[in-house]
């Protein structure tokens, strides 16, 4: 017998299309609104591939669960694993047709190089998140108070309606090749991304805490509404 990373059931999380694995574990635990949490305090709400790797995992449960008796509301591992490479796939394909438009407006405008890096160098932080998931809290925050300190955040952007648009932290004016007011744009979203890095220099990349399905369907969405904003304010783009 093999002792399952995984209990033969999963519990529906909200928005989200896939359930949330039940690890085989003592010192792992979720709450409704399928928080997960780590007795031991190695990491905060670790998910699926940092618990597999764990080697202080506490089994509850020596049972092996066969294919053919996972269905319905029971976890498929198989199936979690073909989806994560499906919405992977998607993002590869999003970043490869942004890039090709970006190489045709470069051709109708040699001055847009600077566009075309800018738009690639997005694309790729919004992928990172997909595929590494969001950088944890404390480096959030790292991020954040540096932002908040900076001469170059905007906040309360008027926008063509005259009404005035917020955010929490705000955007970023400093070069980064974003458009400020960009919802996506917003630095309460750019920040969690792991390879955005600080047009002036004043913090780095970070590591992702690991592959989220939320994750990645929120960078998906992110990056078909971005690429259609950063090309509609391309000049040679009619």
Same mark, same amino acid.
């Given at each position: 017998m093999?002792?399952n990373p995984v209990?033969p059931k999963a519990?529906?999380?909200?928005?989200?299309?896939?359930?949330?694995?039940?690890?085989?574990?003592?010192y792992w635990s979720?709450?409704?609104?399928?928080?997960t $949490?780590c007795s031991? @305090?190695?990491? *905060?709400?670790?998910?699926?591939?940092?618990? &597999? %790797?764990?080697?202080?995992r #506490?089994?509850?449960e $020596?049972?092996?669960? @066969?294919?053919? *008796?996972i269905k319905?509301?029971?976890l498929? &591992? %198989?199936n979690?694993?073909? #989806?994560r490479?499906k919405?992977?796939e998607?993002?590869?394909?999003?970043?490869k047709?942004s890039?090709?438009?970006?190489?045709?407006i470069?051709?109708?405008?040699q001055n847009?190089?600077?566009?075309?890096e800018k738009t690639?160098?997005?694309l790729?932080?919004?992928s990172?998140?997909a595929?590494?998931?969001?950088?944890?809290?404390?480096?959030?925050e790292?991020?954040?108070?540096?932002c908040l300190?900076?001469?170059y955040?905007?906040?309360?952007?008027?926008?063509?309606?005259g009404?005035?648009?917020?955010d929490?932290i705000?955007?970023?004016?400093?070069g980064?090749?974003?458009t400020v007011?960009?919802?996506?744009a917003?630095?309460?979203?750019k920040?969690?991304?792991p390879?955005l890095?600080?047009?002036?220099?004043?913090?780095?990349?970070e590591?992702?805490e690991g592959f989220?399905?939320e994750d990645t369907?929120d960078s998906?969405?992110g990056?078909?509404k971005?690429?259609?904003?950063?090309?509609?304010k391309?000049p040679?783009?009619?």
């Amino acid at each position: 017998m093999i002792t399952n990373p995984v209990l033969p059931k999963a519990m529906p999380c909200k928005n989200s299309a896939i359930n949330l694995p039940i690890i085989n574990c003592s010192y792992w635990s979720t709450d409704g609104d399928c928080k997960t $949490n780590c007795s031991l @305090k190695i990491i *905060e709400s670790p998910d699926l591939n940092f618990c &597999l %790797k764990c080697d202080k995992r #506490n089994p509850i449960e $020596n049972s092996f669960v @066969k294919p053919s *008796e996972i269905k319905n509301n029971i976890l498929d &591992l %198989k199936n979690l694993e073909e #989806n994560r490479k499906k919405y992977t796939e998607k993002i590869e394909e999003k970043i490869k047709e942004s890039i090709q438009r970006g190489h045709e407006i470069n051709k109708k405008q040699q001055n847009e190089k600077s566009f075309l890096e800018k738009t690639t160098t997005y694309l790729k932080a919004e992928s990172s998140q997909a595929t590494q998931g969001k950088i944890s809290k404390e480096n959030f925050e790292k991020r954040k108070e540096i932002c908040l300190k900076c001469e170059y955040r905007a906040n309360d952007i008027v926008q063509k309606n005259g009404q005035p648009l917020h955010d929490t932290i705000g955007w970023c004016k400093g070069g980064c090749g974003c458009t400020v007011g960009n919802p996506r744009a917003a630095l309460s979203e750019k920040l969690y991304m792991p390879t955005l890095r600080c047009p002036k220099g004043k913090f780095a990349e970070e590591k992702g805490e690991g592959f989220k399905v939320e994750d990645t369907i929120d960078s998906v969405k992110g990056i078909i509404k971005s690429v259609k904003n950063l090309l509609g304010k391309d000049p040679s783009n009619k």
